[in-house]
């Protein structure tokens, strides 16, 4: 369980000197994880020990709700007054993501109906 979480700090400690060394608008652990996917996609797929590890954290996922909570008491004065644009985003976020997915459902779905017949 150990090398696996140092698996995962080392891709999230890689993807952080990523993005300051090329200030990229992206977070670090979010290029961590790509480049960790990367990496098994090319091995063939996650160890053993990396997979129960990982399902470990899923199981505790809710602590990490903790700070966001704690964030939204912080700044409830800074929340309540920019309620507006907030929750336009979120409306707007959600809806375009419902419609994507829809979009790309209906694509996958005509295509496997449909297989490319080789030539």
Known sequence: MLQALTLLLVFQLVGEV????????????VIGM???FVALMLRGGPSESLRDTAG???QHLSLLFVPAGTGVILYGSRLAEEWLPLTAALLGSTFLTIALTALLLRALGKRSRHPERPS
């Not at 990523?18 to 670090?28: C, E, K």
């Open 18 to 29: 990523i993005v300051r060394a090329f200030a990229l608008p992206v977070p670090g652990p």
């Open 34 to 36: 790509a480049l960790l």
């Open 56 to 58: 470990s954290l899923l």
